[in-house]
C-alpha cells in the first residue's frame, strides 16, 4: 500500500515567495495532520482536519499560513508570503481515528518537506 | 492537558550495549502511549503502542517498552542495539479531550559507536 505521499521534498525559495507544500494521505484515512518540525521547537502540530474539516488550526503560526482540504485524498498547506524562520521540515501524517477498527492516536507519517527561505 | 516529557536530549551507546530511553508522561486517565522512530531524512514510523492489558509490549526491530502507572512512565528498551538504530525517538502520548491528536515529546537522539 502507499504511505502518506509529500510533495515536494526540497524546496528552495527567497523571502516573500508563495510556498505551496502538498499531501496526499493513505487511502480510507479521515484524518489528517500538518506538523513542522525544527531543531529549536521540536515537532509541533499545525493544524488537524477530520473528514476533510480543520478541526483545530491553534497551532497555524500566524496568517502567513493557511491549510485546505478540498477532498479526502489531497491537502495543501501554504505560506504566502515566505520568510526566513518558516525553513523547517514539514510533515503531513494520517490517520483512521474513530473508524471501525481504527487505531486512536496512531499516525502515518510521510517523508516530510524540507523548506528554505533565503 | 497531557504532556510528555523526554529527560534525554541525547544517548549515546555502542553497538551491541543495552538501551533504554526514557518516556514520563502526565495524564488524567489511562493513556494510550506511542514511540515513534525517525530516521536521517525520513518521517516517523510507529516502533510500538499500549492501549491496555499487558504492561510489556513488543515492538518492531526487536524494541519493548514497559508502562509503569505508577511511575508514570514508558520507557523504550532494546537489549542489544545495532549501528541502524541511530535515529531520533519519540515517545507520544493520546488521546486528548475526546480527540485523537497525540502529544509528543521533544525527542531523544540516539548516537551508536561501533
Known amino acids: 500500500d502507499a504511505g502518506v505521499i509529500q510533495s515536494p521534498r526540497h524546496e528552495v525559495t527567497e523571502m516573500g515567495q508563495e510556498v505551496t507544500l502538498r499531501c496526499k494521505p493513505i487511502s480510507g484515512h479521515n484524518s489528517l495532520f500538518w506538523y513542522r518540525q525544527t531543531m529549536m521547537r521540536g515537532l509541533e502540530l499545525l493544524i488537524y482536519f477530520n473528514n476533510n474539516v480543520p478541526i483545530d488550526d491553534s497551532g497555524m503560526p500566524e496568517d502567513r499560513f493557511s491549510a485546505k482540504m478540498p477532498n479526502a485524498s489531497f491537502s495543501t498547506l501554504k505560506i504566502q508570503p515566505s520568510e526566513p524562520r518558516d525553513s523547517a521540515v514539514y510533515f503531513c501524517?494520517?490517520?483512521?481515528?474513530?473508524?471501525?477498527?481504527?487505531?486512536?492516536?496512531?499516525?502515518?507519517f510521510g517523508e516530510g518537506s524540507r523548506l528554505t527561505v533565503l | 492537558a497531557q504532556s510528555v516529557t523526554q529527560p534525554d536530549i541525547h544517548i549515546t551507546v555502542s553497538e551491541g550495549a543495552s538501551l533504554e530511553l526514557r518516556c514520563n508522561y502526565s495524564?488524567?486517565?489511562?493513556?494510550?502511549l506511542f514511540w515513534y522512530v525517525q530516521s536521517p531524512g525520513q518521517g516517523l514510523q510507529l516502533l510500538l503502542k499500549?492501549?491496555?492489558?499487558?504492561?510489556l509490549v513488543q515492538g518492531i526491530k526487536g524494541f519493548e517498552a514497559e508502562f509503569k502507572r505508577s511511575q508514570s512512565s514508558f520507557n523504550l528498551r532494546k537489549p542489544s542495539v545495532h549501528w541502524s538504530d541511530a535515529a531520533e525517538y519519540f515517545c507520544a502520548v493520546g488521546p486528548s479531550g475526546g480527540s485523537y491528536i497525540p502529544t509528543f515529546g521533544r525527542g531523544t537522539s540516539l548516537i551508536v559507536h561501533p
Open positions: 499500549y492501549f491496555s492489558g499487558d504492561t
Open positions: 501524517a494520517s490517520s483512521s481515528l474513530g473508524l471501525a477498527g481504527g487505531r486512536a492516536g496512531e499516525l502515518f
Open positions: 495524564y488524567g486517565a489511562t493513556p494510550y
